[in-house]
């Protein structure tokens, strides 16, 4: 059973940074893909960025592109987000999330992973 626990959430003002991380227990990461996803209120879930443990092969969604950064430390089995220049609308909860089929290829066509943590709260206001 893969266990993932994100944490580094909090408030903060626009144009502030935060770092998220995942950590991943109960599997090594070496050869898996995480995904970071996020869900405000009253709106869908949405893919924010993806990592390919295997080679770093990155993606992420247009809305965050320049300000996010993803990267790993699999010694750590650890995923972090790295959010930088933060806006009210990056305002949600967001959650780490991977399975043995995650890939690059199919995170971009919203694939669901079927291992998730509890979220974190992430509130962009001044």
């Known amino acids: 059973q893969v266990q993932l626990v994100e944490s580094g959430g909090g408030l903060v003002q626009p144009g502030g940074s935060l770092r998220l991380s995942c950590a991943a227990s109960?599997?090594?990461?070496?050869?898996?893909?995480i995904g970071w996803f996020r869900q405000a209120p009253g709106k869908e879930r949405e893919g924010v960025s993806c990592?390919?443990?295997?080679?770093?092969?990155?993606t992420y969604a247009d809305s965050v592109k320049g300000r996010f950064t993803i990267s790993r430390d699999n010694a750590k089995n650890t995923v972090y987000l790295q959010m930088n220049s933060l806006k009210p609308e990056d305002t949600a909860v967001y959650y780490c999330?991977?399975?043995?089929?995650?890939?690059?290829?199919?995170?971009?066509?919203?694939?669901?992973?079927?291992?998730w943590g509890q979220g974190t709260q992430v509130t962009v206001s001044s």
């Open positions: 999330a991977t399975d043995q089929f995650l890939s690059i290829s199919n995170y971009k066509m919203g694939y669901s992973p079927g291992y």
């Open positions: 109960m599997v090594t990461l070496d050869y898996y893909a």
């Open positions: 990592i390919d443990l295997s080679d770093g092969t990155t």
